[in-house]
């Protein structure tokens, strides 16, 4: 079975300090690991993925993640936080064969103070 | 705009109505997901088409939910006699075929939101 655990439901930083989403995931083999945003009123956006080519994974403005697989976990890190970066983040694993369907965490909200 | 889209973008109906959803892919995408994201929670998954045919349906897809992709290109999804427990935003996404043991990054449309009162 897989399954996907984002470990804080809110997070808040100040505008320039690093940034750290946390995620956990259960998978009975290698896994297919991605983040995604969603900004109020729009649609889901792919900020970086994990296939196994790498473990360590850059993405889109300046967000990049980490697998390690002996912690099964793959967090989300930005050295220096934007008030545009300020949004809902999720976590998902997917089946990497079949349907290929996505396993969502339950998301974690990022408030940036100025 | 080449994305995927969905209509309507919101729907509010009265319980007991029937609606109606429209997804239309990119269009070089076989593959067709619809999800479900209740206020607070990640998307779950409720079904998936490879071209024309449904091979999977989650158990959240009561006999009241049907969706259909006719030609292999939009599909749409039908809620029967809407419960206030439907109220949700319903995602669409596409894809590329996947390459076993590879991966599948899927596209997602706006969503519909859906208000059953």
């Known amino acids: 079975a897989q399954s996907v655990t984002q470990l804080d439901s809110h997070v808040s930083v100040s505008e320039g300090t690093p940034v750290l989403l946390r995620c956990n995931y259960s998978?009975?083999?290698?896994?297919?690991l991605f983040w995604y945003v969603q900004h109020p009123n729009k649609g889901l956006q792919l900020l970086l993925k994990?296939?196994?080519?790498?473990?360590l994974v850059k993405g889109i403005n300046g967000f990049e993640a980490e697998f390690k697989k002996s912690e099964t976990s793959f967090h989300l890190t930005k050295p220096s936080a934007h008030m545009s970066d300020a949004a809902e983040y999720f976590c998902?694993?997917?089946?990497?064969?079949?349907?290929?369907?996505?396993?969502f965490g339950t998301g974690t909200r990022l408030k940036v103070l100025a | 705009d080449t994305g995927v889209s969905q209509d309507p973008r919101h729907k509010i109906t009265k319980r007991g109505q029937n609606v109606t959803f429209r997804c239309d892919p990119i269009?070089?995408?076989?593959?067709l997901y619809w999800y479900r994201q209740t206020l607070g929670q990640g998307p779950e998954f409720l079904t998936y088409?490879?071209?024309?045919?449904?091979?999977?349906k989650s158990r959240l897809l009561s006999d009241r939910f049907s969706a259909e992709r006719p030609k292999g290109s939009f599909s749409t999804l039908e809620i029967q006699r809407t419960e206030q427990g439907d109220s949700a935003m319903y995602l669409c996404?596409?894809?590329?075929?996947?390459?076993?043991?590879?991966?599948?990054?899927?596209?997602f449309g706006p969503g519909t939101r859906l208000t059953v009162l």
């Open positions: 996404a596409s894809s590329l075929p996947g390459a076993a043991g590879g991966y599948n990054e899927q596209f």
């Open positions: 998978s009975s083999y290698s896994p297919s």
């Open positions: 994990y296939t196994s080519a790498a473990t």
């Open positions: 998902v694993v997917s089946f990497t064969s079949g349907t290929y369907k996505y396993i």
């Open positions: 269009s070089e995408h076989n593959r």
């Open positions: 088409f490879q071209n024309e045919a449904q091979l999977e």
